[in-house]
């Protein structure tokens, strides 16, 4: 069935410290990964992509990291701040399916001062 | 430019009474999709368009929910009557026809008594 899921609900981390949150994917037909955040009351604000054809990906402060052999998606992020306490979800896009995203349950990142 | 606009932001109705949600998408942006997302849940797609024609509507229970998008621009999401599993956040996005990103709008809060 269609699958994409977090290992952890929540995540805490101490201010300056760098976050892993991890995303495990069912479909290998998948071509494309979005990482979104979601703060309370808003909508899911796109993060950072990545391709299936590459396995690394960085951004500002940001970084993705695919495994295509065990179907595991990762996002770090270094120096950890306040304002990065929000809800984080891993997202594949099928474009075979018209650019449908299935998104994963999420996972609640907290960030201690 | 602006962001995708939903209204209302927030809606409580009783069940078996009905409710609609409209969503103004970015200009320009071809694609439109709705989400709901339930409470502790990444979003799940009901419906998505492509102008005014539906591409996807697999997941939309259409003895209860319905969608239109007439224009190709502002679309609606009615549920008629609701029940009380209804209650979550629908949300609205869309993209460009050649882009990969989807972008949300701020959502709007449905609780069902």
């Known amino acids: 069935g269609e699958s994409v899921g977090l290992h952890l609900p929540t995540l805490s981390v101490q201010e300056g410290d760098n976050s892993i949150i991890n995303c495990a994917y069912s479909n290998s037909a998948s071509d494309y990964f979005i990482w979104y955040k979601q703060e309370s009351g808003k909508g899911p604000q796109f993060i950072i992509d990545i391709r299936s054809n590459m396995d690394k990906r960085q951004g500002q402060r940001v970084t993705v990291l695919l495994n295509k052999t065990v179907k595991h998606l990762s996002l770090q992020i270094a120096a950890t701040q306040p304002g990065d306490s929000a809800v984080y979800f891993c997202?594949?896009?099928?474009?075979?399916?018209?650019?449908?995203?299935?998104f994963g349950q999420g996972t609640e990142l907290s960030v201690k001062p | 430019e602006a962001g995708v606009a939903q209204s209302p932001r927030y809606k409580i109705i009783e069940k078996r009474q009905s409710v609609a949600f409209w969503c103004n998408p970015i200009s320009g942006h071809a694609t439109l999709y709705w989400y709901q997302q339930i409470l502790g849940q990444g979003p799940k797609l009901l419906i998505q368009f492509q102008n005014n024609g539906v591409v996807d509507d697999s997941q939309l229970p259409k003895d209860r929910f319905s969608a239109e998008r007439l224009k190709g621009v502002d679309s609606t999401l009615k549920i008629q009557p609701a029940k009380l599993e209804d209650s979550a956040v629908y949300l609205c996005?869309?993209?460009?026809?050649?882009?990969?990103?989807?972008?949300f709008g701020p959502g709007t809060r449905l609780t069902v008594l």
């Open positions: 997202a594949e896009n099928r474009n075979n399916q018209g650019g449908k995203l299935i």
């Open positions: 996005a869309s993209r460009k026809f050649t882009g990969n990103e989807q972008f």
